[in-house]
C-alpha cells in the first residue's frame, strides 16, 4: 500500500491524514532540532534554532487543537518526506569538517524543513477553508506565518553572513 491508504475517500479524509503526517513531521523536528543546535557555530544560528524548537513545540499543541476542533484525537502516520530530509541532514552534516561551511548546510537542511512544512500547512489551510473549517484554517494560518517567518530569517542569515564566511 502507498502514501495515501484505502481510507481515504473524501476531502475531509485526506485534511486528517495530512494532519497526522505534520503531526508526525513536527515531532520528528523537535528530535532533530537539538541536533542542528548542538552543530551550529554561528550564535544567531544557533539562537535561531532554538527560537524554531520553542516555536514547534507550539506548534504541536496548536496541531493537536486542530485535531481536537475537527473530531480527532491527535495521531501521527509516518511521514517519508520529513525523515528523508532528516537523514540527509544526518549525513551531510557528519561529513562537513568546516564549521562555516556546516553552518551553511544547517541552514539549507532548516530549509528544505520550512519549505516542506509550508507547503503541508498551505494545503492544510486551503483543504480547512473548503471544509467549512474556518476555525481549523485560522489555527493552521498561525503556524503557516511563522513557518515563512523561519524561512525568511534562514535566509537573511545565509545571504548576510553565513554563506559569505564559508565561501
Given at each position: ?33 537539538p ?8 550564535p ?18 496548536r ?42 548546510a ?21 483543504w ?37 564566511r564559508a565561501?
Amino acid at each position: 500500500m502507498g502514501l495515501f491508504t484505502k481510507d481515504i475517500q473524501t476531502l475531509d479524509d485526506l485534511f486528517v491524514h495530512t494532519l497526522q503526517d505534520i503531526y508526525y513531521a513536527e515531532n520528528q523536528i523537535t528530535k532533530a532540532l537539538p541536533k542542528m543546535i548542538a552543530k551550529a557555530s554561528d550564535p544567531e544560528l544557533k539562537s535561531g534554532f532554538e527560537k524554531h524548537l520553542s516555536e514547534t513545540e507550539g506548534q504541536i499543541r496548536r496541531l493537536e487543537e486542530v485535531f481536537q476542533m475537527h473530531g480527532h484525537q491527535p495521531k501521527a502516520v509516518t511521514c517519508p518526506a520529513i525523515d528523508g530530509i532528516i537523514k540527509e541532514t544526518n549525513e551531510i552534516s557528519g561529513e562537513i569538517g568546516d564549521k562555516t561551511v556546516l553552518d551553511a548546510a544547517l541552514i539549507a537542511s532548516a530549509q528544505a524543513v520550512e519549505h516542506y512544512e509550508i507547503t503541508r500547512y498551505g494545503t492544510l489551510v486551503a483543504w480547512a477553508k473548503q471544509l467549512g473549517r474556518n476555525d481549523c484554517a485560522s489555527v493552521l494560518q498561525q503556524t503557516l506565518d511563522e513557518e515563512r517567518a523561519t524561512d525568511e530569517r534562514l535566509t537573511r542569515m545565509a545571504d548576510s553572513q553565513i554563506n559569505r564566511r564559508a565561501a
